[in-house]
């Protein structure tokens, strides 16, 4: 399996989009609604399976381009897990974002090892939640 890294939507469609990376989410967005939200955002990085041209992983960032930057999604498909996509996508990321002054993301507690072992440390934050617009908001 080559796994390629791309940090543009170029050539990306819905095709490409086809894997569950919402698995287990309630309400998931649909792949169009998905595809919207990769193209909004300040940064991407894919990571692509060569023999099926499919995006396996992805990892995105908000950022005011300034001072800070959010990382809301990094995903990788449950079949590719384990392989050190998640730890290459997060790494790329903090390379294009290593001028910022703060990144931050919230995860749950099972996944603080992971992100403490790319250097980021535990801090305490607040969060609002509306599950029911958890497929993406009806205004998008």
Not at 100 to 129: H, P, T, W
Request: include cysteine; proline fraction near 4%.
């Amino acid at each position: 399996m080559d796994i390629t890294f791309r940090e543009s939507l170029e050539g990306i469609g819905i095709d490409q989009l086809s894997g569950d990376f919402f698995e287990g989410w309630p309400n998931p967005p649909s792949t169009p609604t998905f595809l919207k939200l990769l193209e909004q955002s300040y940064a991407v990085e894919l990571a692509i399976d060569e023999e099926t041209g499919n995006v396996v992983g992805f990892i995105q960032a908000i950022s005011d381009g300034v001072l800070s930057a959010y990382i809301p999604l990094l995903e990788v498909l449950p079949e590719y897990q384990g392989k050190g996509i998640g730890t290459d996508l997060i790494k790329r990321m903090f390379n294009r974002l290593g001028d910022l002054y703060m990144i931050d993301l919230l995860c749950d507690n099972e996944l603080q090892e992971f992100y403490e072992k790319q250097g980021m440390q535990k801090a305490s934050g607040m969060v609002i939640r509306h599950y029911q617009n958890q497929a993406g908001a009806v205004n998008s």
